[in-house]
Protein backbone atom coordinates (compact mmCIF):
# COMPACT_ATOMS: atom_id res chain seq x y z
CA UNK A 1 0.00 0.00 0.00
CA UNK A 2 1.62 3.46 -1.00
CA UNK A 3 0.94 6.07 2.04
CA UNK A 4 -0.54 9.39 0.49
CA UNK A 5 1.70 12.75 1.04
CA UNK A 6 -0.18 15.52 1.52
CA UNK A 7 1.88 18.99 1.27
CA UNK A 8 2.13 20.99 4.20
CA UNK A 9 1.85 24.96 4.15
CA UNK A 10 4.60 27.22 2.87
CA UNK A 11 7.28 27.38 5.05
CA UNK A 12 10.48 29.34 5.77
CA UNK A 13 12.52 27.48 7.44
CA UNK A 14 15.64 28.84 8.91
CA UNK A 15 18.77 26.80 10.25
CA UNK A 16 20.74 28.15 12.35
CA UNK A 17 23.94 26.18 12.48
CA UNK A 18 23.19 25.10 8.91
CA UNK A 19 26.66 24.18 7.97
CA UNK A 20 27.22 21.91 10.63
CA UNK A 21 27.29 18.38 11.14
CA UNK A 22 23.73 18.00 11.87
CA UNK A 23 22.28 19.93 9.53
CA UNK A 24 24.57 17.84 6.44
CA UNK A 25 23.88 14.71 7.88
CA UNK A 26 19.86 14.75 9.10
CA UNK A 27 18.50 18.48 8.13
CA UNK A 28 19.33 18.63 4.64
CA UNK A 29 18.95 14.88 3.45
CA UNK A 30 15.49 14.71 5.63
CA UNK A 31 14.17 18.21 3.94
CA UNK A 32 15.29 16.48 0.52
CA UNK A 33 13.41 13.54 0.75
CA UNK A 34 10.61 15.44 2.15
CA UNK A 35 10.93 17.36 -1.15
CA UNK A 36 11.44 14.04 -3.19
CA UNK A 37 7.73 12.94 -2.05
CA UNK A 38 6.23 15.74 -2.58
CA UNK A 39 5.58 16.51 0.87
CA UNK A 40 7.39 20.08 0.95
CA UNK A 41 5.67 22.38 -1.62
CA UNK A 42 7.36 24.68 -3.74
CA UNK A 43 7.25 27.43 -2.50
CA UNK A 44 9.15 26.36 0.70
CA UNK A 45 12.40 27.55 0.99
CA UNK A 46 15.10 26.82 3.87
CA UNK A 47 17.34 29.50 4.83
CA UNK A 48 20.93 28.08 5.91
CA UNK A 49 21.97 30.53 8.74
CA UNK A 50 25.46 30.66 10.67
CA UNK A 51 28.56 32.39 11.52
CA UNK A 52 30.78 31.33 8.37
CA UNK A 53 30.77 33.78 5.26
CA UNK A 54 28.85 31.85 2.80
CA UNK A 55 27.48 32.62 -1.03
CA UNK A 56 23.75 31.19 -1.28
CA UNK A 57 25.90 29.06 -4.19
CA UNK A 58 28.45 27.90 -1.43
CA UNK A 59 26.05 26.60 0.10
CA UNK A 60 23.57 25.05 -2.48
CA UNK A 61 27.41 23.36 -3.22
CA UNK A 62 27.66 22.21 0.41
CA UNK A 63 23.92 20.68 0.74
CA UNK A 64 24.56 18.87 -2.54
CA UNK A 65 27.44 17.31 -1.35
CA UNK A 66 25.53 16.08 1.88
CA UNK A 67 23.51 14.75 -0.27
CA UNK A 68 25.58 13.38 -2.40
CA UNK A 69 26.66 11.58 0.89
CA UNK A 70 23.52 10.84 3.13
CA UNK A 71 21.10 10.40 0.20
CA UNK A 72 23.04 8.85 -2.40
CA UNK A 73 22.00 8.16 -5.81
CA UNK A 74 19.16 10.81 -5.78
CA UNK A 75 18.09 11.81 -9.73
CA UNK A 76 20.47 14.84 -10.15
CA UNK A 77 16.79 17.03 -11.85
CA UNK A 78 15.24 16.45 -8.16
CA UNK A 79 18.67 17.62 -6.29
CA UNK A 80 18.85 20.76 -8.83
CA UNK A 81 15.16 21.07 -7.87
CA UNK A 82 15.91 21.37 -4.52
CA UNK A 83 18.64 23.14 -3.96
CA UNK A 84 17.36 25.74 -5.78
CA UNK A 85 14.78 26.20 -2.42
CA UNK A 86 17.88 26.87 -0.63
CA UNK A 87 19.16 30.51 0.39
CA UNK A 88 22.11 31.15 3.10
CA UNK A 89 22.55 34.09 5.21
CA UNK A 90 25.53 34.72 7.59
CA UNK A 91 24.99 35.65 11.21
CA UNK A 92 26.70 35.64 14.09
CA UNK A 93 24.65 34.45 17.00
CA UNK A 94 26.93 36.46 19.52
CA UNK A 95 26.88 39.99 17.02
CA UNK A 96 24.47 42.19 15.43
CA UNK A 97 25.40 41.67 11.62
CA UNK A 98 22.87 39.71 9.26
CA UNK A 99 19.40 40.29 11.32
CA UNK A 100 18.45 42.82 8.82
CA UNK A 101 19.52 40.48 5.85
CA UNK A 102 17.87 36.84 7.54
CA UNK A 103 14.90 39.91 8.20
CA UNK A 104 14.32 40.80 4.12
CA UNK A 105 14.76 36.92 3.28
CA UNK A 106 11.79 36.06 5.39
CA UNK A 107 8.27 36.19 3.77
CA UNK A 108 4.86 37.26 5.25
CA UNK A 109 2.00 34.68 5.51
CA UNK A 110 4.35 31.78 5.45
CA UNK A 111 4.83 29.53 8.05
CA UNK A 112 7.73 30.63 9.82
CA UNK A 113 9.83 28.55 11.70
CA UNK A 114 13.44 28.38 13.38
CA UNK A 115 16.13 25.50 13.64
CA UNK A 116 18.80 25.61 16.49
CA UNK A 117 21.31 23.76 15.08
CA UNK A 118 23.55 24.85 17.51
CA UNK A 119 25.39 24.23 20.34
CA UNK A 120 22.93 25.23 23.60
CA UNK A 121 25.51 28.11 24.49
CA UNK A 122 23.81 30.28 22.11
CA UNK A 123 20.12 29.27 22.55
CA UNK A 124 19.46 32.31 24.73
CA UNK A 125 21.65 34.74 22.56
CA UNK A 126 19.33 33.89 19.20
CA UNK A 127 15.92 33.71 20.71
CA UNK A 128 16.99 37.52 22.33
CA UNK A 129 17.95 38.31 18.73
CA UNK A 130 15.41 36.96 16.69
CA UNK A 131 12.71 39.03 19.15
CA UNK A 132 14.52 42.56 19.26
CA UNK A 133 15.20 42.41 15.42
CA UNK A 134 11.32 41.45 15.62
CA UNK A 135 11.62 38.42 12.69
CA UNK A 136 9.22 36.20 15.09
CA UNK A 137 5.55 36.47 15.80
CA UNK A 138 2.90 34.30 17.85
CA UNK A 139 3.03 31.67 15.27
CA UNK A 140 6.64 31.46 14.59
CA UNK A 141 8.10 28.10 15.97
CA UNK A 142 11.35 26.91 17.50
CA UNK A 143 13.00 23.55 17.00
CA UNK A 144 15.57 23.10 19.47
CA UNK A 145 18.07 20.08 19.83
CA UNK A 146 19.54 18.36 22.62
CA UNK A 147 21.66 18.76 25.01
CA UNK A 148 18.33 20.10 27.01
CA UNK A 149 20.54 21.48 29.57
CA UNK A 150 22.83 19.48 31.58
CA UNK A 151 20.73 19.04 35.03
CA UNK A 152 17.73 20.50 36.64
CA UNK A 153 19.01 23.71 37.19
CA UNK A 154 20.53 24.52 33.69
CA UNK A 155 16.88 23.08 31.99
CA UNK A 156 14.89 25.07 34.46
CA UNK A 157 17.34 28.27 33.33
CA UNK A 158 16.94 27.33 30.06
CA UNK A 159 13.14 26.86 29.82
CA UNK A 160 12.74 30.68 31.74
CA UNK A 161 15.11 32.12 29.08
CA UNK A 162 12.80 30.61 26.26
CA UNK A 163 9.80 31.22 27.55
CA UNK A 164 10.63 34.75 27.90
CA UNK A 165 10.72 35.14 24.07
CA UNK A 166 8.25 32.12 23.10
CA UNK A 167 5.23 30.38 24.42
CA UNK A 168 5.15 27.23 25.19
CA UNK A 169 3.30 26.29 22.20
CA UNK A 170 5.84 27.42 20.38
CA UNK A 171 8.74 25.69 21.32
CA UNK A 172 9.89 22.01 19.77
CA UNK A 173 11.89 20.31 21.63
CA UNK A 174 13.46 17.52 19.77
CA UNK A 175 14.21 13.76 20.60
CA UNK A 176 14.47 11.86 17.64
CA UNK A 177 13.71 8.84 19.09
CA UNK A 178 9.96 10.01 18.80
CA UNK A 179 10.24 10.52 15.38
CA UNK A 180 11.01 6.50 14.75
CA UNK A 181 8.20 4.74 12.66
CA UNK A 182 8.04 2.05 15.53
CA UNK A 183 8.32 4.37 18.32
CA UNK A 184 4.89 5.68 16.88
CA UNK A 185 3.52 2.34 16.26
CA UNK A 186 4.02 1.23 19.76
CA UNK A 187 0.94 3.56 20.66
CA UNK A 188 -0.67 2.06 17.84
CA UNK A 189 -0.30 -1.23 19.30
CA UNK A 190 -1.19 -0.26 22.59
CA UNK A 191 -4.14 2.08 21.92
CA UNK A 192 -5.54 1.04 18.72
CA UNK A 193 -5.89 -2.94 19.81
CA UNK A 194 -7.86 -4.83 22.61
CA UNK A 195 -5.32 -7.66 22.70
CA UNK A 196 -2.72 -6.03 24.64
CA UNK A 197 -4.26 -3.96 27.11
CA UNK A 198 -5.72 -5.84 29.07
CA UNK A 199 -2.59 -7.40 29.99
CA UNK A 200 -0.76 -4.30 30.13
CA UNK A 201 0.56 -4.35 34.00
CA UNK A 202 2.06 -5.91 36.91
CA UNK A 203 -0.27 -8.73 37.54
CA UNK A 204 0.49 -9.85 33.38
CA UNK A 205 4.11 -8.27 32.45
CA UNK A 206 7.14 -9.92 34.71
CA UNK A 207 9.34 -7.03 33.47
CA UNK A 208 10.31 -4.88 30.80
CA UNK A 209 13.76 -3.76 29.05
CA UNK A 210 15.02 -1.44 27.18
CA UNK A 211 18.14 -1.46 25.33
CA UNK A 212 19.68 1.11 23.32
CA UNK A 213 23.12 -0.52 22.48
CA UNK A 214 25.44 0.98 20.13
CA UNK A 215 28.74 -0.23 18.38
CA UNK A 216 30.61 2.93 18.10
CA UNK A 217 32.64 4.69 20.38
CA UNK A 218 32.58 8.39 21.24
CA UNK A 219 34.26 9.17 17.57
CA UNK A 220 35.07 13.22 17.89
CA UNK A 221 32.64 13.77 20.31
CA UNK A 222 35.16 13.17 23.13
CA UNK A 223 35.76 16.54 24.40
CA UNK A 224 31.58 17.07 24.75
CA UNK A 225 30.71 13.51 25.83
CA UNK A 226 32.99 13.43 28.45
CA UNK A 227 30.85 16.19 30.46
CA UNK A 228 28.26 14.38 30.06
CA UNK A 229 28.10 10.75 29.87
CA UNK A 230 25.59 7.91 29.10
CA UNK A 231 22.84 8.84 31.74
CA UNK A 232 22.65 12.22 30.41
CA UNK A 233 23.61 11.69 27.08
CA UNK A 234 20.93 8.94 26.19
CA UNK A 235 19.12 7.77 29.30
CA UNK A 236 17.70 10.91 30.47
CA UNK A 237 16.03 11.78 27.26
CA UNK A 238 15.64 9.14 24.44
CA UNK A 239 15.42 5.76 27.17
CA UNK A 240 13.05 8.11 29.49
CA UNK A 241 10.98 8.78 26.29
CA UNK A 242 10.73 5.17 25.19
CA UNK A 243 9.89 4.12 29.01
CA UNK A 244 6.98 6.47 28.88
CA UNK A 245 5.23 5.40 25.67
CA UNK A 246 5.56 2.16 27.23
CA UNK A 247 4.22 2.78 30.57
CA UNK A 248 1.95 5.20 30.28
CA UNK A 249 -2.12 5.44 30.34
CA UNK A 250 -4.29 5.97 28.16
CA UNK A 251 -4.61 9.26 26.44
CA UNK A 252 -8.32 10.32 26.21
CA UNK A 253 -7.03 11.47 22.82
CA UNK A 254 -3.83 11.72 20.55
CA UNK A 255 -3.35 15.33 20.87
CA UNK A 256 0.14 16.59 22.17
CA UNK A 257 -1.16 17.67 25.97
CA UNK A 258 -2.99 14.87 26.49
CA UNK A 259 -0.42 12.44 25.25
CA UNK A 260 2.47 14.37 27.10
CA UNK A 261 0.39 14.83 30.51
CA UNK A 262 0.64 11.25 30.72
CA UNK A 263 4.13 11.01 29.97
CA UNK A 264 5.03 13.45 32.72
CA UNK A 265 2.81 11.53 35.16
CA UNK A 266 5.03 8.31 34.59
CA UNK A 267 8.35 10.36 34.95
CA UNK A 268 6.84 11.69 38.12
CA UNK A 269 6.34 7.96 39.79
CA UNK A 270 9.25 6.80 38.75
CA UNK A 271 11.36 6.01 41.94
CA UNK A 272 14.63 6.48 42.40
CA UNK A 273 17.30 4.19 41.72
CA UNK A 274 19.86 2.81 44.68
CA UNK A 275 23.30 2.28 43.65
CA UNK A 276 23.11 -1.49 43.68
CA UNK A 277 20.62 -1.45 41.30
CA UNK A 278 22.86 0.74 38.64
CA UNK A 279 26.37 -0.53 36.62
CA UNK A 280 28.31 2.39 34.97
CA UNK A 281 31.18 1.09 32.52
CA UNK A 282 33.86 2.36 30.17
CA UNK A 283 34.97 0.17 27.29
CA UNK A 284 38.64 -1.09 26.65
CA UNK A 285 40.61 -1.05 23.94
CA UNK A 286 40.43 -3.35 21.37
CA UNK A 287 42.56 -5.14 18.62
CA UNK A 288 40.73 -6.58 15.91
CA UNK A 289 40.98 -7.20 11.92
CA UNK A 290 40.57 -3.94 11.19
CA UNK A 291 43.52 -2.69 13.73
CA UNK A 292 44.01 -1.00 17.36
CA UNK A 293 40.45 0.91 18.80
CA UNK A 294 41.39 3.50 21.82
CA UNK A 295 39.99 2.35 25.17
CA UNK A 296 37.48 5.02 26.20
CA UNK A 297 40.01 7.04 28.41
CA UNK A 298 42.35 7.46 25.40
CA UNK A 299 39.07 8.69 22.79
CA UNK A 300 37.98 11.65 25.37
CA UNK A 301 42.09 12.21 26.49
CA UNK A 302 41.45 12.28 29.68
CA UNK A 303 43.40 8.84 31.38
CA UNK A 304 40.94 9.75 34.64
CA UNK A 305 37.87 10.24 33.49
CA UNK A 306 35.00 8.92 35.33
CA UNK A 307 32.22 9.52 33.06
CA UNK A 308 30.52 6.38 32.12
CA UNK A 309 30.14 5.15 28.33
CA UNK A 310 27.48 2.65 29.72
CA UNK A 311 24.73 2.53 31.73
CA UNK A 312 22.65 -0.29 33.06
CA UNK A 313 19.61 -0.04 35.68
CA UNK A 314 16.77 -1.41 37.05
CA UNK A 315 13.66 1.22 38.30
CA UNK A 316 10.09 1.05 39.40
CA UNK A 317 7.33 3.23 39.11
CA UNK A 318 5.07 3.83 41.50
CA UNK A 319 1.26 3.56 40.39
CA UNK A 320 -1.11 1.10 40.37
CA UNK A 321 -0.62 -0.12 36.82
CA UNK A 322 3.09 -0.95 37.46
CA UNK A 323 3.87 -0.87 40.83
CA UNK A 324 6.48 -4.15 41.38
CA UNK A 325 7.36 -4.73 37.96
CA UNK A 326 11.03 -3.68 37.09
CA UNK A 327 11.57 -1.28 33.99
CA UNK A 328 15.16 -2.56 33.25
CA UNK A 329 17.33 0.27 31.23
CA UNK A 330 20.41 -0.30 29.41
CA UNK A 331 22.34 1.93 27.08
CA UNK A 332 26.64 1.90 26.00
CA UNK A 333 28.96 2.64 23.86
CA UNK A 334 31.27 0.15 21.44
CA UNK A 335 28.61 -2.76 22.27
CA UNK A 336 28.75 -6.14 20.13
CA UNK A 337 25.85 -5.04 18.53
CA UNK A 338 23.75 -2.04 17.19
CA UNK A 339 20.47 -2.57 19.02
CA UNK A 340 17.63 -0.31 20.09
CA UNK A 341 14.65 -2.48 21.12
CA UNK A 342 12.32 -2.80 23.71
CA UNK A 343 11.10 -6.13 25.11
CA UNK A 344 7.47 -6.56 27.43
CA UNK A 345 8.24 -9.91 29.06
CA UNK A 346 5.27 -11.25 29.85
CA UNK A 347 4.38 -13.69 33.19
CA UNK A 348 5.15 -17.35 32.52
CA UNK A 349 1.70 -19.59 32.55
CA UNK A 350 0.80 -20.14 36.18
CA UNK A 351 0.74 -23.85 35.61
CA UNK A 352 1.99 -26.23 32.48
CA UNK A 353 -0.61 -28.69 31.99
CA UNK A 354 2.05 -30.20 29.49
CA UNK A 355 4.48 -31.37 32.30
CA UNK A 356 7.73 -30.22 33.02
CA UNK A 357 8.92 -31.65 29.92
CA UNK A 358 7.49 -28.88 27.91
CA UNK A 359 9.48 -26.55 29.53
CA UNK A 360 8.95 -22.57 31.17
CA UNK A 361 7.68 -20.71 28.13
CA UNK A 362 7.28 -16.52 28.41
CA UNK A 363 5.67 -14.76 25.84
CA UNK A 364 7.59 -11.36 24.49
CA UNK A 365 6.92 -8.44 22.56
CA UNK A 366 9.63 -6.62 21.10
CA UNK A 367 10.31 -3.52 19.87
CA UNK A 368 13.03 -3.17 17.38
CA UNK A 369 13.79 0.70 16.47
CA UNK A 370 17.03 -0.38 14.67
CA UNK A 371 18.36 -2.28 13.25
CA UNK A 372 15.27 -3.83 11.18
CA UNK A 373 12.33 -1.55 12.52
CA UNK A 374 9.40 -3.81 13.34
CA UNK A 375 7.52 -5.29 16.33
CA UNK A 376 7.47 -9.05 16.99
CA UNK A 377 5.28 -11.27 19.47
CA UNK A 378 6.66 -14.73 20.33
CA UNK A 379 4.27 -16.87 20.86
CA UNK A 380 4.32 -20.47 21.86
CA UNK A 381 3.56 -23.18 19.96
CA UNK A 382 3.58 -27.36 19.31
CA UNK A 383 7.23 -28.10 18.01
CA UNK A 384 5.72 -29.60 14.45
CA UNK A 385 6.16 -33.38 13.97
CA UNK A 386 5.07 -36.43 15.77
CA UNK A 387 7.69 -36.41 18.92
CA UNK A 388 4.71 -35.89 21.52
CA UNK A 389 3.52 -32.55 22.66
CA UNK A 390 7.14 -30.23 22.95
CA UNK A 391 6.63 -26.96 22.95
CA UNK A 392 8.43 -23.85 21.34
CA UNK A 393 8.86 -20.38 20.84
CA UNK A 394 8.27 -18.73 17.25
CA UNK A 395 8.28 -15.31 16.12
CA UNK A 396 4.93 -13.52 15.31
CA UNK A 397 5.90 -11.15 13.15
CA UNK A 398 3.91 -7.42 12.81
CA UNK A 399 6.91 -5.34 10.73
CA UNK A 400 4.31 -2.90 8.50
CA UNK A 401 5.99 -2.82 5.40
CA UNK A 402 4.04 0.27 4.77
CA UNK A 403 6.38 2.42 6.96
CA UNK A 404 8.56 2.17 3.61
CA UNK A 405 7.94 4.39 0.88
CA UNK A 406 6.99 3.61 -3.02
CA UNK A 407 10.38 4.08 -3.41
CA UNK A 408 11.61 1.84 -0.75
CA UNK A 409 13.00 4.87 1.16
CA UNK A 410 12.48 4.38 4.67
CA UNK A 411 11.31 8.06 6.22
CA UNK A 412 14.29 9.26 8.97
CA UNK A 413 12.84 10.21 12.23
CA UNK A 414 14.16 13.69 11.19
CA UNK A 415 11.58 13.69 8.23
CA UNK A 416 8.57 13.05 10.41
CA UNK A 417 9.49 15.89 12.85
CA UNK A 418 10.78 18.85 10.72
CA UNK A 419 7.41 18.05 8.81
CA UNK A 420 5.17 17.96 12.34
CA UNK A 421 7.32 20.85 13.16
CA UNK A 422 5.75 22.84 9.90
CA UNK A 423 2.20 21.37 10.65
CA UNK A 424 2.09 22.59 14.01
CA UNK A 425 2.03 19.40 16.25
CA UNK A 426 3.52 19.38 19.42
CA UNK A 427 2.63 15.42 20.20
CA UNK A 428 6.06 13.91 19.32
CA UNK A 429 8.25 16.86 21.18
CA UNK A 430 9.21 17.45 24.63
CA UNK A 431 7.48 19.99 26.50
CA UNK A 432 9.69 22.10 29.21
CA UNK A 433 8.08 20.14 32.42
CA UNK A 434 8.60 16.63 31.25
CA UNK A 435 12.09 17.51 30.56
CA UNK A 436 12.65 19.45 34.11
CA UNK A 437 10.89 16.08 35.53
CA UNK A 438 13.69 13.54 33.69
CA UNK A 439 16.34 15.60 34.99
CA UNK A 440 14.59 15.48 38.37
CA UNK A 441 15.01 11.99 38.68
CA UNK A 442 18.45 11.98 37.01
CA UNK A 443 20.21 14.04 39.14
CA UNK A 444 20.50 12.49 42.25
CA UNK A 445 21.38 9.12 40.25
CA UNK A 446 24.56 11.53 39.33
CA UNK A 447 25.37 13.68 42.38
CA UNK A 448 25.71 10.19 44.10
CA UNK A 449 28.36 8.66 41.33
CA UNK A 450 29.92 12.14 42.29
CA UNK A 451 29.67 12.28 46.00
CA UNK A 452 30.74 9.01 45.99
CA UNK A 453 34.07 9.43 43.70
CA UNK A 454 32.67 6.85 42.21
CA UNK A 455 34.90 4.86 38.90
CA UNK A 456 33.18 2.68 35.97
CA UNK A 457 34.02 -0.47 35.83
CA UNK A 458 36.36 -1.79 32.32
CA UNK A 459 34.43 -3.81 29.60
CA UNK A 460 35.63 -5.13 26.77
CA UNK A 461 34.81 -3.40 23.28
CA UNK A 462 32.65 -5.91 21.24
CA UNK A 463 31.29 -7.22 24.26
CA UNK A 464 27.52 -6.63 25.83
CA UNK A 465 28.82 -4.29 28.45
CA UNK A 466 30.38 -5.22 32.25
CA UNK A 467 29.47 -8.65 33.87
CA UNK A 468 27.64 -6.88 36.68
CA UNK A 469 24.86 -6.14 34.80
CA UNK A 470 23.86 -9.50 33.72
CA UNK A 471 23.43 -10.10 37.81
CA UNK A 472 21.43 -6.78 37.96
CA UNK A 473 18.66 -9.21 36.05
CA UNK A 474 20.39 -12.27 37.17
CA UNK A 475 19.91 -11.63 40.73
CA UNK A 476 15.69 -12.38 40.10
CA UNK A 477 16.01 -15.34 37.86
CA UNK A 478 15.98 -12.91 34.43
CA UNK A 479 18.78 -12.52 31.63
CA UNK A 480 18.74 -9.66 29.01
CA UNK A 481 17.13 -10.21 25.72
CA UNK A 482 18.89 -8.69 22.81
CA UNK A 483 22.42 -8.07 23.33
CA UNK A 484 23.75 -11.29 25.09
CA UNK A 485 27.32 -12.23 26.23
P1 LIG B 1 28.63 21.66 14.61
O1 LIG B 1 29.71 22.14 15.53
O2 LIG B 1 28.97 20.70 13.54
O3 LIG B 1 27.96 22.93 13.90
C1 LIG B 1 27.66 24.08 14.60
C2 LIG B 1 27.04 25.10 13.67
O4 LIG B 1 26.81 26.29 14.44
C3 LIG B 1 27.91 25.52 12.48
O5 LIG B 1 27.06 25.73 11.37
C4 LIG B 1 28.50 26.85 12.94
O6 LIG B 1 28.81 27.74 11.87
C5 LIG B 1 27.38 27.41 13.73
N1 LIG B 1 27.82 28.41 14.72
C6 LIG B 1 28.76 28.26 15.67
N2 LIG B 1 28.90 29.41 16.37
C7 LIG B 1 28.02 30.29 15.84
C8 LIG B 1 27.67 31.64 16.12
N3 LIG B 1 28.26 32.32 17.09
N4 LIG B 1 26.73 32.22 15.37
C9 LIG B 1 26.11 31.54 14.36
N5 LIG B 1 26.38 30.26 14.05
C10 LIG B 1 27.34 29.65 14.78
O7 LIG B 1 27.46 21.10 15.57
P2 LIG B 1 26.36 19.99 15.23
O8 LIG B 1 26.97 18.65 15.45
O9 LIG B 1 25.74 20.29 13.93
O10 LIG B 1 25.32 20.19 16.42
C11 LIG B 1 24.37 21.23 16.45
C12 LIG B 1 23.40 20.99 17.60
O11 LIG B 1 22.73 19.75 17.40
C13 LIG B 1 24.07 20.88 18.98
O12 LIG B 1 23.17 21.36 19.95
C14 LIG B 1 24.21 19.36 19.17
O13 LIG B 1 24.26 19.01 20.53
C15 LIG B 1 22.94 18.90 18.51
N6 LIG B 1 22.98 17.51 18.04
C16 LIG B 1 23.89 17.13 17.11
C17 LIG B 1 23.89 15.83 16.65
C18 LIG B 1 24.84 15.37 15.59
O14 LIG B 1 24.75 14.20 15.20
N7 LIG B 1 25.69 16.21 15.06
C19 LIG B 1 22.97 14.90 17.17
C20 LIG B 1 22.05 15.33 18.13
C21 LIG B 1 22.07 16.63 18.55
Known sequence: MVSRVIPVDPFDLVIFGGTGDLARRKILPALFHRFHAGQMPAEARVIGAARGEMSTEDFRAFAAEALDEFAPGQDRVWVDEFLQRLDYVTVDARGEDGWGDLGEKLRPDVVRAFYFSVAPALFADIAERLSQHGLTDATSRIVVEKPFGKNLETARALNRTMASYFDESQIYRIDHYLGKETVQNLMAIRFGNMLFEPLWNSQFVDHIQITVAETVGVGGRGEYYDTSGAMRDMVQNHLMQLLCLIAMEPPAKFDPDAVRDEKLKVIRALDPVPPHHIVR?????????????????????????????????????????????????????????????????????????????????????????????????????????????????????????????????????????????????????????????????????????????????????????????????????????????
Open 281 to 485: GQYEELEDDEGRHPSYREAVGNPRSRTESYVALRTTISNWRWAGTPFYLRTGKRLKARSSVINVMFKPMPHSIFGTEAGEHQNTLSIRLQPNEGITLGVTIKEPGPGGMRLIDVPLDMTFAEALGPDGHHADAYERLIMDVIRGNQTLFMRGDEVEAAWAWTDPIIEGWESRNDVPKGYASGSAGPADAELLLRRNGREWRGINP
